[in-house]
C-alpha cells in the first residue's frame, strides 16, 4: 500500500534523500501560489454568500490547501536513490534443501521445494531474471552443509539436517572481499543444529549486507501427530522383556484414544491405544512388548495419522530392542529352615535370568548349600575372599544374625556393593535388622534404613486391621512407578493386583529413612506408617531392605496359577544385580545413530576384585546389515585407568552388531556385545512448520526483510535499492504521485461536501 500511494518502497526512501531540482521551478511555485492566494482573497471579500465569516474563512482555507497541493509539482520534487552498475555487485541465493521441503503443505498441493522452484524457475512468477538484470548471481544450497550449485532449481530435498548457520558463514566466507548487495534466502526456518543462525545475520548487517528472506510453509501445524522420541530398554519386569519409552505429540484438538503400533519386517507384531493430550502438549507413555526370539532386531514404531495430516513422515521412529539379557548370579543366604526361605528360592529357581547358589545353616557349623558350580565353593557357609565374592551379582541376606559373619566378612558385603557395584537385600525374620545386632557394624551402613535398637522385637508383632489378621503390603506412588512391584503396564490395574494380595504377618520395625532412599512399600494403621521396602543407591551399586518374613503367605494363599509371588522375587531380585559391572563392560552412548554420526564406544575391564586393569588388549568385532566385519583397536583412558575407547562411524544404515573381547596375560577376561541402529533422524519432520518468528528476527538483524511468497516480486528492487560502496545514483520524480493528488480530491470533495451542507452553491 505504501507503494502504490508514494511510487517507492520504504526502503527507497531510507537508503535515498528526497530534494528538489535546481530549476526555476521554485520561483515558478511562489508566483502561482501567490497569485491563487491573491484571486481567492479578492473573490472571497466580493461575496455575500457566506452567512459568517468563519465560514467563509473555513471555505478560503480548504481551497487553499487544495491550491496548495496542486502546485506542488512545480517544485519537481526528486527522489534520489542508490543505484547499481549492472553486472559490478553480487547476489547470493541460498535454497533449503532439507528433508521438510518435501512435506506437501501447500494451498495447491505443492510440496515446499515446488514452491521454492517456481519462485526461481523462469516462468512470471520468478524473481530470478529480475536480479540477473542488475546482479551476477551465484546459487547455494543448504541442509547440514552449504554447496554451490548452478541452478538453484533442486531437484530433491534429502538433507537430513537444517544448520542456517554454516549457510550464511559459507556465503561470508565466500564474498569476502567482493561486492556483494544482499543474501536472498528461501527456508521454511526449521533450524535443528546446534548453530546460532543470528550470528551470522549480525555479521552481515555489520557489513551492510542485507538478507533477505522468503519463508516457505505453513505457521501452523492443526492436524499433525508426531513421534517425538522411541527408546526401548530392556525393563526388569519379568513378563516383559522390552519397555518402550514413547515421546509423543499432537497438534489437534484429540477427541478419543489413538492407537500406536509396532512393526517389524511391516508385520504389526503389538498395538496399543493411549490417550493424547493435543494441542501441542507432550506425551510420555510408555509400551511393553515381549519379543519372539533373543536376538536384536529392528523394530518400527507408528502413531495413528490425524484426518488431513499433510506430514507423515513424523509418525514413525526405528527402534532397536535387544532382549538379550545377561544372567545374574545371586547369592541367599539364611539362618535356618523357613517357608519365606523355601518359596522365595522356589521363585527364583525357575527364573531363567537368575542363577541363584543358596546357603541354608542347618546347625552349628553345618551348611546346606544349594546351586553351586564347585564342590568347594561356599564350603565354610560364606565366601572364602573378595573374588569368590565379587564373582556373584546380587547377595540377599535373611534370618541369619550377625554375630554368624566376621568384620572382615562384614567388610567384604560393604565392598561388595561399593565397589563391585553388586546388589544388597536384607530380608525380614527374628534374627535380622535390629533384631540380628546389625545396627552397629558396616551393614548398618550398607542398608536404606535407619536401626533403633530400642524398637527390637523378639517375636514378630501379631497385627491386625479391621477384622482381618494382618497387613496390606501397600506400594506408594514411588512404588508403583519402580519396576520392582510393577504388577501390569497399567499403574491403576498394578495397584488393583497388590490390593487384592494376601495380607502380611510379620514386620521388622526400623527407625528413620535415610536421605536419598525411596520408600516403595509400607503397612499403614490409621494415620501412622511403617517402611516395608525400602531401596537406595550406595557406591556403586543397590540396597535394599524388606522388613518382613511373610511374602510365602502370597503364594500359599493365590491360586496355584496366579504368578504374582514369583514376579515380584525375580523383579527385585533382577532389579538388585542390574548395576553390578561385569569383568568385560561395554557402553555406547545410545542406540541409535545417524549415517555418518560418529558412534563412542566405550569399555571397562575390571580383574577378580574388580579393581581396573590399564594394560590389557581390548578390541571389538562391528559386524554390519551386510554380514561385512571389521576389527577396531579400543585405545585405553590415561586419566581412568581400565577404561578404553574408539570411535567409528556409522556408515551402512541397519542393524549393526559389536561384540568385544578384553585379553589380559594372554588369557581372555570375557566378551561383551551389543548393537545399536542407523537410521536417519526424524528430526527434520519434526514440529516441521514454518519458523516465521525467527526469520523475521534474522531479516531484521541484517537490515533486509522478510517476504510471503506471493511478495517475492518485490526481493528485486529491494536488494537494488541498498546503498553499496559501488552504487550510483538515479533519480525519480515525485510529483506525479497518486497520494498528492488523492489528498486533492479529498480535499475538494470535502469542501464541496461542507458548503452542499450549509446550503451553499
Known sequence: MFEKLFKFD???????????????????????????????????????????????????????VILLLLALPLLEPILAMP?????????????????????????DERTRLEVAGDLLGRGPASLVPALEEYFKVR???????????DSALVADAGEHETNITVALERVIDDFRGLPLAGVVMLTDGGDNSTGVPLNGAEVLGGQGIPLHIIGIGNSEASS????????????????TAAEIDVKARSWQDEKGPVEVQLLRGGEIVHSERVELKGEGRIDQFTLTYEPRGTEAAEYLLRIEEAPGERNTQNNTSHVLIDPRADTLRVLYIDGHPRREYKFTRRALVDDAVVDIASILRTGTGKFYRQGV????????????????????????????????FSIEQLNMIERFVRVRGGGFAMLGGRLSFAEGGYWDNPIADLLPVQLDPNRRSILAPEISEGEEEGFLFRPTGAGLESPILRLASSLDVSRALWEEMPRLMS?????????????????RDGDTSEPILVVQRYGRGRTAALMTASTWRWQMLLD??????????????????????????LQLEKGRYAPGEEVRLRAEVYDDAFRPIDQADVRVRVTGPGGSEREVGLRPDLGQPGIYNAVI?????GLHHIEAEAVFGGESLGTRSQSFLVRPSNKEYTDAVLKRSLLEHLAETSGGRYYEPSDAQAVAENVRSRRTSSSIFRVEYLWDMPFMFAMALLLWSGEWMWRRSKGLP
Open 10 to 64: 520504504p526502503v527507497n526512501y531510507s537508503e535515498g534523500s528526497v530534494r528538489l531540482l535546481e530549476t526555476s521551478g521554485p520561483i515558478l511555485f511562489v508566483i502561482v501560489l501567490v497569485a491563487g492566494l491573491v484571486g481567492l482573497m479578492i473573490v472571497y471579500r466580493r461575496t455575500d454568500r457566506f452567512a459568517s465569516r468563519s465560514e467563509a474563512a473555513t471555505s478560503f482555507a480548504l481551497r487553499s
Open 83 to 107: 543505484d547499481v552498475v549492472p553486472d559490478e555487485n553480487f547476489v547470493a541465493v541460498l535454497v533449503d534443501a532439507s528433508a521438510s521441503m518435501n512435506i506437501q503443505d501447500a494451498d
Open 139 to 149: 546459487f547455494y544450497t543448504f541442509g547440514g552443509e552449504a554447496r554451490r550449485v
Open 224 to 239: 499433525d501427530r508426531e513421534v517425538l522420541e522411541a527408546v526401548a530398554t530392556r525393563g526388569v519386569e519379568v513378563s
Open 373 to 404: 558350580r564347585r564342590a568347594d565353593e561356599l564350603a565354610g557357609g560364606f565366601p572364602a575372599d573378595e573374588p569368590e565374592l565379587f564373582a556373584y551379582d546380587a547377595l540377599l541376606l535373611g534370618d541369619v544374625e550377625a554375630s554368624q
Open 507 to 523: 514386620i521388622n520395625y526400623a527407625g528413620a529413612v535415610k536421605p536419598g532412599a525411596s520408600v516403595l512399600a509400607e503397612m
Open 560 to 585: 496355584a496359577e496366579d504368578q504374582r509371588h514369583e514376579r515380584f522375587w525375580r523383579q527385585f531380585v533382577r532389579w538388585l544385580g542390574a548395576s553390578a559391572p561385569r569383568s568385560v563392560n
Open 649 to 653: 562411524a556409522s556408515t551402512d544404515e
